[in-house]
Structure formats: C-alpha cells, structure tokens
C-alpha cells in the first residue's frame, strides 16, 4: 500500500500534527494484539472474522509485461500462450497465481511462477526489468502503465476482478481518536485515480 498510503502521510501530518505515525510494511499477515499494531491494511478477501474491517476500495488486477520483456520474447497471443513465457508469481498465497483470465471453462488461469516472491512490490521490480509477466493490481502499478513501462496483455480475456482494500483492526479495541482521524483522512482523500 506503499503506492497509496504514503502520498497522503504529508496532508495527514497537516492537519493532524499531533499525532505520530509508525508505518511498516509486511507482506505477511501479521497478529495486531501481538505486534501492538493499531491497523493493517489488507488487500484481498478476509478470513479472519475476530477482526473489524472498514473498506477503503478496491483495484483492479491485470497481467502486465514490460516492453522489453515483449521485445525480447514476444507477446502472447493467448492465454495458453503464456505457458511458454516467464511468468512471475507470488510464494504464497496459492490463490495470487490464479490469474483472472478466461480459460476453458473456467474463470481464472493457474499459473506456476518461473519466479517467485512475497512481495508485489519485488513482483514489480522484476517486471520492470523485463524478467517475465506479472498479475499485479491497478494501485501498485498504475504509474507504469500510464508511462508504458508495464503494458496490459490479453486485454481481451481479462476478467474485470478487484481486489477490495480493507483497514482493519481488532473488533474489541474502542477505537481511539488517532485512530478514526486516519480512517477518516484516508477514506475521504483515496481515490479511484490511486486504486
């Protein structure tokens, strides 16, 4: 959420000066009681229902390539096609490599990664620096595509699939001040253009 939540920290601190903010960043799903963590940010469904989730939006999921990825190795025509192309996934969940594409009968693509990682963000990376096509949803990537540094592929067989972005935080915490003025901010200054 680095894409998203950073470029609003500066107008936060405007107009909320007092309040002090600790960011970080995991791409594991970690214990909020644990880690003393007021709220996460998490992009996808939700499991866990001990928690409280206030939705903040939700971006769209395309498969990208970088020019000279396509340069090199040409672009896929098809869905089927890819199996003949390196293909970037994530290490887990199993559930991010499965593509939103028509295939068959079904509505999503299997993929089995040439590389794989725990971030989007190093997903990114790699396919910026042409080393194979990604899934990779609109927030983390819109710059590059309106830049053409990563272009969309088989547009056509794309299903319109959207991750929902949630903040959450522990069902039984009464929300402190701090806390309802960043959801507050952040609800009313995101917008469609960042996801």
Same mark, same amino acid.
């Given at each position: 959420?680095?894409?998203? $939540?950073?470029? *609003?920290?500066?107008?936060?601190?405007?107009? %909320? !000066?007092? $309040?002090?903010?600790?960011?970080?960043?995991?791409? /594991?799903?970690?214990?909020?009681?644990?880690?003393?963590?007021? $709220?996460?940010?998490?992009?996808?469904?939700?499991?866990? #229902?001990?928690?409280?989730?206030?939705? *903040?939006?939700?971006?769209?999921?395309? $498969? *990208?390539?970088?020019?000279?990825?396509?340069?090199?190795?040409?672009? !896929?025509?098809?869905?089927?096609?890819?199996?003949?192309?390196?293909?970037?996934?994530?290490?887990? @969940?199993?559930? /991010?490599?499965?593509? @939103?594409?028509? %295939?068959?009968?079904?509505?999503?693509?299997?993929?089995? !990664?040439?590389?794989?990682?725990? #971030?989007?963000?190093?997903?990114? &990376?790699?396919? /910026?620096?042409?080393?194979?096509? =990604? &899934? *990779?949803?609109?927030?983390?990537?819109?710059?590059?595509?309106?830049?053409?540094?990563?272009? @969309?592929?088989?547009? &056509?067989?794309?299903?319109? =699939?959207?991750? !929902?972005?949630?903040? =959450? %935080? %522990?069902?039984?915490?009464?929300?402190?001040?701090?806390?309802?003025?960043?959801?507050?901010? =952040?609800?009313?200054?995101?917008?469609?253009?960042?996801?």
């Amino acid at each position: 959420m680095e894409h998203v $939540i950073v470029p *609003l920290v500066a107008g936060f601190r405007q107009s %909320y !000066p007092q $309040i002090e903010l600790e960011l970080n960043t995991d791409n /594991l799903i970690i214990d909020l009681l644990e880690k003393r963590t007021d $709220i996460a940010i998490r992009i996808g469904a939700l499991r866990d #229902s001990t928690i409280h989730a206030r939705l *903040l939006g939700a971006s769209r999921l395309r $498969i *990208l390539a970088s020019p000279d990825y396509l340069a090199r190795y040409g672009t !896929p025509a098809s869905v089927e096609a890819l199996r003949d192309h390196s293909l970037l996934g994530f290490t887990q @969940p199993e559930s /991010l490599n499965l593509w @939103p594409l028509r %295939y068959q009968q079904a509505q999503h693509f299997a993929i089995t !990664p040439t590389i794989s990682a725990s #971030s989007g963000e190093t997903l990114r &990376q790699l396919a /910026l620096r042409g080393e194979g096509i =990604v &899934q *990779l949803a609109d927030f983390m990537t819109r710059d590059d595509q309106r830049s053409g540094r990563l272009v @969309p592929l088989l547009e &056509q067989d794309t299903l319109d =699939v959207r991750q !929902p972005i949630n903040a =959450v %935080y %522990y069902r039984n915490t009464q929300l402190a001040a701090r806390i309802t003025c960043f959801l507050d901010y =952040v609800s009313a200054h995101i917008d469609a253009q960042m996801l």
